[in-house]
């Protein structure tokens, strides 16, 4: 009797721990679900556009109603839509020999399943580097690291980049 319930409860830890272990997208601590899946698809398709520096691929990620607000207090550096538009193609197209990696720290999102009009932010940590020209003309390559929060919106088809582009 002493044997069988050792094994009985050795049965019911393991059922336990598989049942209590999460499933996270790969690569990731982000929980897995068809709708994280689905966002981080979005914000890798950015990166590797990012990393390509192309520019028209940016624009059609972004939402008409973009809007970014540089994390300053000041309101002098905000920006929309067509803003963003001026900002791509005013740095990114100088920019050479990107380096954009991403590490997906989390997703939020307030629907269940998509629909137009749900929202996810997801939180990412970002190093880059690139050659640009510095006053002098020289090249110069800098290397930054950042943490961040993109708000994605799905319009019924695609996520579409709210902030933090």
């Given at each position: 009797m002493n044997r069988?319930?050792?094994i009985a409860f050795a049965f019911a830890v393991t059922v336990?721990?598989?049942?209590?272990?999460?499933?996270y997208i790969s690569g990731t601590?982000?929980?897995y679900s068809s709708n994280n899946e689905s966002a981080l698809k979005a914000v890798e398709e950015?990166?590797?556009?990012?990393?390509?520096?192309?520019i028209d691929s940016l624009v059609l990620m972004a939402h008409k109603q973009y809007w970014e607000d540089s994390g300053t207090p000041s309101g002098s550096d905000d920006y929309g839509y067509e803003g963003l538009k001026n900002v791509l193609a005013n740095r990114l197209s100088k920019a050479t020999d990107i380096r954009y990696t991403i590490r997906y720290m989390g997703v939020a999102q307030q629907c269940k399943s998509l629909q137009a009009g749900c929202r996810a932010?997801?939180?990412?940590?970002?190093?880059?580097?690139?050659?640009?020209?510095?006053?002098?003309?020289?090249?110069?390559?800098?290397?930054?690291r950042d943490q961040n929060q993109l708000l994605l919106e799905w319009d019924g088809k695609r996520w579409m980049f709210i902030q933090g582009m």
């Open positions: 069988l319930s050792l336990a721990g598989c049942a209590s272990k999460k499933v601590k982000v929980p950015y990166r590797l556009a990012v990393e390509r520096a192309d932010t997801v939180d990412v940590l970002i190093d880059a580097s690139f050659t640009i020209p510095n006053v002098q003309g020289k090249p110069s390559r800098p290397d930054k």
